[in-house]
């Protein structure tokens, strides 16, 4: 008699163990599934609507943001890549900070025709939002270049030599 129950219950126990070793497979399966769907979705819903991650740094969204508004490629010393835009309403606005040295500053100020500007006194920081990454206080003492182009589109860029930091905004009215 209790050979039948033994067998009943080593049977009982593999079953289990095997439904779930299925069970934990299964659910695996549909979590890199959701994964590879949420990720497509983003990237098409990105060819749409770009997006800015301003709370992340360097993500895939951010770096091809750079390239889009930057305009030149990254190299190995661009880090630290944060952006936000603003573009609900009639005006829009873009922030971006990152860590690079002073070969990218040159190249992006020559890309963008910037020119030493000392004579804007309003840096347009009630435009501009808050974050950890973007110091008003930091910015405001840092030499500013400039461009103004038609239609009333601006770009600012501002460069820290000590923390080799970048702030470029580009905006209109």
């Known amino acids: 008699m209790k050979q039948p129950i033994y067998i009943v219950s080593v049977i009982f126990i593999l079953l289990t163990a095997s439904c779930d070793r299925i ?8 979590e890199l599934t959701e994964e590879k769907v949420k990720d497509n ?4 819903l990105d060819d749409v609507v770009p997006h800015f991650d301003a709370y992340k740094p360097d993500t895939k969204f951010n770096k091809q943001r750079f ?8 190299s190995p010393d661009i880090k630290n ?14 922030q971006f900070s990152f860590n690079c040295d002073t070969a990218t500053v ?3 100020i020559e890309t963008h025709e910037l020119k030493p500007d000392q004579t804007t006194t309003d840096y ?5 939002n808050d974050f950890d990454w973007w110091n008003k206080k930091k910015i405001e003492p840092l030499d500013l270049y400039s461009w103004q182009g038609d239609d009333h589109y601006f770009k600012y860029f501002w460069y820290d030599v000590t923390e080799q930091k970048a702030y470029y905004f580009a905006f209109d009215f």
């Open 23 to 30: 069970k934990n497979k299964g659910q695996a399966l549909a």
């Open 41 to 44: 979705s983003m990237e098409r």
């Open 67 to 74: 390239k889009d508004f930057l305009k030149v490629e990254l």
């Open 81 to 94: 890549i944060y952006c936000f835009d603003d573009a609900i309403g009639i005006d829009a606005a873009y």
């Open 106 to 108: 040159r190249r992006i």
């Open 124 to 128: 347009a920081f009630g435009l501009q």
